[in-house]
Each structure stands twice: as structure tokens, then as C-alpha cells.
């Protein structure tokens, strides 16, 4: 057994004791998320009635959550194979959590809550406070502290991320996690629901939310 697999297993046995589920467990295991943080997430969607949507980190970086500080929004170096990632200061961090697209369920379907600067295609800046209370109210929990804003909202479609062959997902509807192998997943899920997909076949952002 590895270092790694150690420190996994220590985690899951936090989230066991936090009030984690089997199932939390196995998705946490199956996207590189802490198994606790599953929990919160799956538990703050169910009450709010939200649908949330995020890619995952690299798989190490299970054993990472809840030793090392969350990578943060400015930090431009990508995480590598091992989850982690160094900034030019030195400091070590862990893969951050990549939320996609957020929605609030209304009626007989879902209405957008965009989680990004107020001023269009600007990468920081104020955000509208239904968004910062819905991740205010993560954080306060989550052992890993989402850093930035959702990546569909921000519409500079130069500079956005886009959507990559190897990503995976991890949506929570509703408090029911679910997760997508894969940009195509990733669209059917959005379809399904018939929320909006901002993504070319590329790949690349289109740069709007509608």
C-alpha cells in the first residue's frame, strides 16, 4: 500500500465519522474529491434545490484534501499527475474544484445562477449574491474551498478553458451525485434537463450563456 492510498484511507475514514455514506465514498473515489466534501455538496444541493455542476481533479488528489490549501484562482500552473501543484512562491496546494454551471430548480425546470463577475467576460470581480451566498455556504464546510467562479459563465472564449478529451465530471442534482466520463456525457447531461450547452464541437467556449 502507498503513501497514498494511506492517506486516502485516512480520509474516508473523517468522512465516515463527519457522517459520510457508502456512496459519498465511492464517488469520491471515482472523481479524486474528498469523500467529505461529496457529502456537503450532496447534502447543500438537496436543500437548496440546486443543480450543480463541477469537473474533476486529478484522482491523487484524494490523498491531498485536507493537507494542503486548495489551489487558488491566480495560480496559472496546472495540477499534475499527482494532484498537486507548486506556486511561484513555493507553496504546495492541492487540485481545486472546478465548478461548470450552477442552477436553481423552478417549477418544471431549472433556472441559471451564474457564478462569475457581474461585468461580462471579466475574470474577477463582484458576484451577484445568490451565487456568493451558495458558495459562502459551501465553503464553510468543504475541506477544500472552491477558489473561483463557474467555468460555462465566463465568456471570454479566448482565454476559457474549454472542454478537454480526458475530463471527468461529477454533477449534483438535486443532492444526487451523478458522475459523466467525458465532454459528451457532460452534453447529455445538459440536454437532458434542456439547459444550456456553451461548448463547440471543439470544444471551445462560444463565448455567451444563451
Known amino acids: 500500500?502507498?503513501?497514498?492510498?494511506?492517506?486516502?484511507?485516512?480520509?474516508?475514514?473523517?468522512?465516515?465519522?463527519?457522517?459520510?455514506?457508502?456512496?459519498?465514498?465511492?464517488?469520491?473515489?471515482d472523481s479524486g474529491f474528498d469523500p467529505q466534501d461529496v457529502m456537503t455538496i450532496r447534502q447543500v444541493t438537496a436543500a437548496r434545490a440546486v443543480l450543480l455542476m463541477f469537473r474533476c481533479p486529478n484522482l491523487a488528489a484524494r490523498s491531498l484534501h485536507g493537507l494542503l490549501p486548495a489551489k487558488t484562482a491566480v495560480t496559472t500552473a496546472k495540477s499534475g499527475t499527482s494532484g498537486a501543484v507548486t506556486s511561484p512562491s513555493g507553496l504546495l496546494m492541492v487540485s481545486d474544484y472546478d465548478i461548470m454551471s450552477c442552477w436553481r430548480q423552478e417549477n418544471a425546470g431549472f433556472r441559471k445562477i451564474p457564478i462569475t463577475a457581474t461585468t461580462p467576460g471579466a475574470k474577477y470581480g463582484a458576484w451577484l449574491p445568490e451565487a456568493r451566498e451558495l458558495v459562502r455556504e459551501l465553503n464553510r464546510s468543504l475541506v477544500t474551498k472552491i477558489q473561483h467562479g463557474a467555468q460555462d459563465d465566463w465568456l471570454d472564449a479566448e482565454r476559457n478553458r474549454g472542454l478537454k478529451p480526458e475530463d471527468l465530471y461529477l454533477a449534483f442534482r438535486l443532492g444526487v451525485p451523478e458522475m459523466l466520463a467525458g465532454p459528451a456525457a457532460l452534453e447529455r447531461f445538459y440536454r437532458q434537463d434542456m439547459l444550456f450547452w456553451p461548448y463547440l464541437p471543439n470544444g471551445r467556449h462560444c463565448g455567451r450563456t444563451s
Open 1 to 29: 500500500m502507498s503513501i497514498g492510498d494511506i492517506l486516502a484511507d485516512q480520509r474516508e475514514a473523517a468522512a465516515i465519522r463527519a457522517g459520510a455514506s457508502a456512496s459519498d465514498i465511492r464517488h469520491a473515489r
